[in-house]
């Protein structure tokens, strides 16, 4: 027994206990600890810190207001180009590049008169100036990187290349439809008539006194696009433009290419044919008819043309 307890001792003490598993991971889970892996580049940790992203905001509404603001104190339009998709690490990165970015092409053909000189400077500068702003997940921060360099002048000396904005664009519209003349629509902007209906009139330039004939025009023809063009499908268009003619009394008559032809009427069966009375109080009607090779109801477009050849 005691040779036994004198073994034992001797032998406890030249093999000390082993320490625990845990003891030689402990040292290494510490060193992990106190640098960690460095973050995703890329995610809200790597951004917030990298000296790229120069600007920041609490959340999507704040950075919205600043991006208004911004635009309105230079006069300078930021359109969003390009979203990309980046979870999990970001949600949403944003590209606005200023408006007078790229080069506008090159001109194809000669000019015919190069003496006459354009009265407007090309829009298309290629322009430097951008903006990139992330969203990441689970943080309402916004961080942006915000490159202001324009290469042409900002403030009132860029608003006419500024698009119109859609409250003036009604507002020209509507006396579109009131049917008030181009250059009378262009006296009353320029005038500042407009302008003055609202509160806040101030004295300094606005988007409208730079608005040309041109202009008023390119709504005319929106308009009257609207009118005429009214589904993607030609042939379905024609047969709404019928109806939205007869609605308003102005269809006197009309056969498709399967309508038979009115007895009497000596028309080939495959005719297609339009009677229309454009004004309510017009006296005389206009015949349109044509012979069409597909089997398509006809381009309201192509009819107005055939109209035209006839009258
Ligand atoms: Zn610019």
């Known amino acids: 027994m005691s040779t036994g307890r004198f073994r034992l001792v001797p032998s406890t003490l030249s093999d000390p206990p082993r320490p625990p598993p845990t003891a030689n991971t402990t040292p290494s889970y510490i060193t992990f600890q106190a640098s960690p892996a460095a973050p995703t580049p890329g995610s809200f940790a790597h951004d917030e810190v990298c000296p790229k992203y120069n600007h ?6 704040h950075f919205e207001a600043w991006l208004a ?7 300078v339009e930021l359109r969003l180009t ?22 506008g092409g090159v001109k194809e053909y000669t000019k015919r008169h190069p003496e006459w000189e354009r009265k407007i400077p090309p829009k298309r500068t290629g322009c430097p100036c951008t903006l990139l702003v ?20 900002i403030g009132s000396e860029n608003l006419r290349f500024m698009r119109i904005p859609n409250e003036t664009r009604e507002y020209i519209a509507g006396l579109v439809r009131l049917r008030v003349a ?6 009353m902007l320029h005038r500042g008539a407009y302008e003055n ?42 047969l709404r ?28 069966r495959d005719v297609f044919t339009l009677m229309v009375q454009t004004e309510p109080d017009m006296a005389s009607a206009r015949l349109i ?10 381009d309201p477009k192509r009819v107005a043309a055939e109209t035209d050849d006839l009258i």
Not at 56 to 61: D, E, F, G, Q, S
Not at 142 to 152: M, Q, S, T, V, W
Not at 210 to 216: C, G, H, M, Y
């Open 56 to 61: 920041r905001w609490n959340n999507w509404a």
């Open 69 to 75: 603001q911004e635009q309105q104190e230079d006069c």
């Open 182 to 187: 181009s250059d009378h629509i262009l006296q």
């Open 289 to 298: 008819s044509g012979h069409h090779e597909s089997n398509e109801p006809s």
């Open 134 to 153: 992330k969203q990441y997940p689970g943080v309402s921060t916004i961080l942006g990187n915000y490159f202001k360099e324009h290469n042409h002048s």
């Open 82 to 103: 390009n979203t990309y998709l980046g979870m999990p690490v970001f949600e949403r990165g944003l590209r606005y590049r200023c408006s007078r970015a790229g080069t």
């Open 197 to 238: 209906d609202r509160p806040s009139a101030t004295s300094t330039p606005s988007r409208a006194d730079f608005i040309q004939l041109r202009d008023i025009r390119r709504i005319e023809k929106e308009i009257e696009a609207e009118k005429v063009r009214l589904h993607p499908d030609d042939g379905l268009s024609t």
């Open 241 to 268: 433009w019928v109806e939205s003619l007869r609605a308003k009394g102005h269809l006197l008559g009309f056969k498709s290419k399967t309508d038979p032809p009115p007895a009497g009427s000596n028309l080939d």
